[in-house]
């Protein structure tokens, strides 16, 4: 997603625009740019590709020179990645930056050609910019220009806006797509998200809907859309620059799968009380959830994973079905929710545009939806009726890791407290479940030190491969999905899951020596049933990787590759598998040195449809 910075103080406005940049890299990207107030007037400067690519062109040219400005990262929507579509666009006495979509930019494109205005580019962010000129011509007055302006769009739009006559000052609105404004001493900023200020300050408020935040190096003033002045809260980031830092290691996912121990016991044991899960603080109590009897989970990509996991869990333990569904399916399929129904919205980032409608769709057919997110204060997090935060911290890779096991973690305590509130665990299998639950930090911890080293030698196995398998059952199949997502997604190598025992329907048409299969194993309840089909693939000459429990006494000519991970709790062996799977999908990016950390075509956070 694109990522949206400005600065007013009294730094270098184009280091403090470029540095905070390269901490939204992280939303993807495939061109940057600024524009600074440089003797009163506004110096633009933009280029297709990476940061490093506008560093070098304001090498050559010239950096423009002041205190006020703002920035932009982009994510092609429309008009393909090139320095005429690169953000800031302009008019005549305004330039801007925009995360989000105009869904009605052609009819205000067509009005503006009538109106003598000329187009540089393919967007709809320069549509914004010369309908904000024209409008600004008329009124004469910033405020008013942009309140007048946004009423005519339609779609979703977080703008970083400055205007010529109104020198070191910068303004802001935001629909939608989510903007700060950080508050520091004698400077302040504006940024799609807290890690491009962590470094100058903690302190922001957080744009709600149609609210405008106009900056100077004195002060912020926020108005609504009727140019009343609001009172907001002012909020303080609970961690601090160096969790936004790589710390040492060469990758922020390698970091972040190393940080999942942290992670977990970060987010369960504030939810632990007297040994037992307790998610009053959530809004969440037994004689609530005693009611439900049917659970939809709705969520994109790995959060939609955790959810299946999930799914199995909260079946088998509560006895109450569950229907897991991506969220851009959902939402355009009619669901049928009825009374008694709970939503259950995954999400690490708060903000993926299908979750957070499919959220509001439940809402309006009169279900209770809870949201599960990483990101305080996101807008899934805003306006969900219960809302269990995980505590993963920033997570900066595309390709989530601590974010999905900490999503495990909540689906975990989740279903253990449900399965109690429906009475259909004991009391003591309750407490048991929690106490397994809470020795899962230091098992991952475990298996991340055990299986380092054999991920890395399986990675090289599959460099070549043109297409993989993943297969499993039940639990071991909700997570061989997620095993196959992060090695399409970081590796650009095809894979897909598939549930084992559906392999001879047609797929296993599939296999030959060239393609691999790693084969998921670790529920002893239907192991036979999953090595059989182990042996179906290998007897057609598939190079086969076995993951099981360390207990299984593997024959030589099931597998070329044996992963084994601890014995444990099998309900709870997701949270330990997940891991080799990561550590395999990580090391084959690197060795087919890819970007590991963002990925081509991905962004962190899918803000749009
Ligand atoms: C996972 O590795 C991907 N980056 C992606 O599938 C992600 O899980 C999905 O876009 C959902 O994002 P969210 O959790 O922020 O809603």
């Known amino acids: 997603m694109c990522g949206i910075v400005g600065y007013v103080g009294y730094r270098d406005c184009s280091d403090v625009l470029v540095s905070a940049l390269t901490k939204l890299e992280y939303r993807g990207y495939d061109s940057a740019g600024i524009a600074v107030f440089e003797d009163n007037k506004i110096s633009v400067s933009k280029s297709k590709g990476k940061l490093k690519n506008l560093v070098e062109k304001m090498a050559e040219e010239g ?60 967007t709809d962010t320069e549509v914004v910019a010369q309908l904000l000129d024209y409008y600004y011509d008329i009124i004469k007055e910033p405020v008013k220009a942009i309140i007048e302006t946004t009423q005519e769009l339609r779609g979703s739009f977080a703008l970083g806006i400055v205007f010529e006559d109104y020198p070191d000052m910068v303004y802001a609105i935001r629909r939608e797509s989510p903007l ?51 009172v907001k809260e002012l909020k303080t980031a609970d961690w601090d620059a160096d969790a936004v830092g790589k710390c040492g290691y060469p990758h ?38 005693k009611d439900i009897n049917r659970i939809h989970i709705v969520a994109c990509g790995s959060a939609m994973h955790s959810g299946m996991v999930g799914k199995y869990v909260i079946e088998d333990l509560a006895r109450t079905p569950v229907i897991v569904d991506i969220a851009s399916e959902f939402r355009y399929r009619n669901p049928i929710i009825g009374e008694g129904d709970l939503i259950i919205i995954i999400s690490q980032s708060g903000e993926t545009a299908d979750s957070l409608e499919a959220m509001r769709l439940a809402k309006r057919k009169g279900a209770k939806t809870l949201a599960i997110v990483n990101v305080m204060g996101s807008t899934i997090a805003r306006e969900a ?28 305590l989740f279903a253990f407290e449900f399965a109690f509130a429906k009475g259909n665990i004991t009391d003591e299998k309750y407490r048991y479940y929690t106490e397994k639950l809470l020795e899962t930090p230091e098992m991952v911890e475990k298996v991340i030190a055990q299986t380092t080293e054999i991920s890395q030698k399986i990675s090289t196995k599959l460099l070549t491969a043109d297409s993989l398998l993943y297969i499993g059952r039940g639990l071991d199949y909700a997570l ?36 691999p299969v790693i084969a998921v194993a670790t529920q002893s309840s239907i192991y036979e049933k999953t090595v059989s089909n182990i042996k179906e693939v290998k007897a057609r000459g598939a190079k086969v990787i076995m993951i099981c429990q360390e207990g299984n006494d593997v024959p030589k000519d099931i597998a070329d590759y ?34 590991v950390d963002q990925p081509r075509n991905l962004a962190k956070s899918v803000t749009v449809e």
């Open 180 to 230: 700060i404004v950080g508050v520091g001493e004698n400077e302040n900023f504006i940024a799609s998200d807290v890690p491009a200020i962590i470094k100058y300050t903690k302190d922001y408020y957080l744009l709600e809907h149609d609210e405008i935040a106009v900056l100077s190096k004195s002060g912020v003033k926020i108005f609504d859309i009727h140019y009343q002045p609001i």
């Open 63 to 122: 950096k423009p020179v002041g205190i006020a400005g703002i920035g932009h990262t982009r994510w092609a929507t429309h008009g393909e990645p090139s320095d005429v579509n690169s953000h800031p666009h302009s008019g005549a006495k305004v330039t801007l930056v925009h995360n989000g979509i105009i869904e009605n930019y052609k009819e205000l494109k067509d009005f503006l050609v009538k109106q003598g205005r000329e187009f540089l580019s393919d």
């Open 562 to 595: 044996v992963l084994k991970v601890p014995n444990f709790e099998e309900v709870l062996l997701p949270m330990l598998v997940c891991v080799p799977l990561q550590l395999i999908a990580y090391y084959t990016s690197v060795q087919r040195g890819n970007d």
């Open 385 to 412: 009726d219960m809302l269990i935060y995980t505590h993963a911290g920033p997570e900066i890779s595309v390709a989530s890791t601590k974010a999905y096991m900490v999503q495990l973690a909540v689906m975990y």
């Open 252 to 289: 922020y996912m390698i970091k972040e799968i190393n940080e999942q121990p942290t992670a977990i016991k970060n987010t369960v044991l504030p939810r632990i009380k007297d040994g037992l899960p307790c998610l009053e603080e959530c809004n969440i109590t037994p004689e609530a959830l």
């Open 480 to 515: 061989s999905m997620e095993g196959s997502l992060k090695l399409k997604e970081i590796s650009y190598i095809h894979s897909e899951s598939y549930a084992a025992g559906e392999l001879k329907h047609g797929t296993i048409s599939l296999i030959t020596e060239d393609m």
